[in-house]
């Protein structure tokens, strides 16, 4: 058996990838995360997370980064966001992320995508389901999970994730008060970062590789159900919904948590906690 991997790093400490270090600092790895700015690093600093620069659109390349490619096991957790509109770019730095990672020796890549892959599919979503990306972000996220499982073969792991939600972080405030809100039968896929936290914490600990997961709570609610549920827990408007559609998505990744030995702590989008107000 292969030696277990005790060095861990993060490429995007975020709001996922912060949480993700800390809990894996916890268990015993040794991780190092990434933020764009010197200013950020107190942050990694202060939670006991050796914290380096690093920005993947940036020509410039401090050494000081060099560390972040050293690891066991590298995290790919950088979103394209508001950074760039432009698809290309972010594929393209996304490849040298890769590239470099490869060639420091890492042995395990996960890359952290979303199930926005599959674009405008239609019914039960397995991981084997053919991607159909309709949008510039879904399709930059195909062509570099493509990459990812190409360069690190049975080392290469592709973790798809649907609607992200905890914390602060709940859309329930997203659409309070608003009226003629189409799609009010249409299914809510969502997953909470706790459980996005465990599902990377296995795959790290199984060291799987060459395999492609994705992740969503296991009950799936009417988006008029649930947001109107949560317009109400938080003490918010609660908006109208047209009651149409029904024919979306349904992202069911039983196979993955079999694989992966899980049990959600929030099988339900109902089963996660409301922010408190004023959050």
Not at 9 to 38: D, F, N, P, Q
Not at 66 to 84: H, K
Not at 198 to 221: K, M, N, V, Y
Request: charged fraction near 25%; proline fraction near 5%; charge should be negative.
């Amino acid at each position: 058996m292969s030696k277990p991997y005790k060095t861990v790093s993060i490429s995007g400490c975020g709001w996922l990838g912060l949480a993700l270090a800390e809990h894996l600092h916890h268990v015993g790895y040794a991780v190092t995360g990434s933020k764009r700015s010197s200013a950020s690093l107190e942050t990694l600093k202060s939670k006991h997370i050796n914290g380096v620069v690093f920005d993947i659109f940036s020509e410039k390349r401090d050494l000081s980064s060099q560390p972040l490619f050293e690891s066991d096991v590298f995290v790919a957790n950088i979103p394209p966001g508001r950074r760039t509109v432009d698809g290309n770019e972010f594929v393209s730095a996304m490849k040298n992320l890769v590239d470099t990672a490869k060639s420091g020796g890492v042995k395990q890549f996960i890359f952290i995508s979303t199930t926005s892959v599959y674009g405008s599919v239609t019914g039960i979503v397995k991981e084997s389901t053919a991607c159909e990306p309709s949008t510039e972000s879904g399709k930059a996220h195909r062509e570099i999970e493509n990459y990812v499982l190409k360069e690190f073969g049975e080392h290469g792991v592709v973790l798809r994730l649907s609607g992200l939600i905890g914390d602060e972080r709940h859309p329930g405030k997203h659409l309070a008060g608003r009226e003629n809100v189409s799609g009010g039968l249409d299914p809510v896929n969502l997953i909470h970062r706790e459980d996005c936290i465990q599902a990377i914490s296995a795959i790290i600990a199984l060291e799987r590789g060459g395999e492609i997961f994705h992740l969503s709570a296991t009950d799936h609610p009417t988006r008029s159900e649930f947001y109107r549920w949560a317009a109400k827990g938080l003490d918010l408007k609660e908006p109208v919904f047209i009651e149409d559609g029904g024919e979306g998505k349904v992202i069911e990744s039983a196979q993955t948590l079999e694989i992966l030995g899980l049990t959600l702590k929030y099988p339900s989008p109902f089963d996660m906690p409301l922010p408190e107000l004023g959050k």
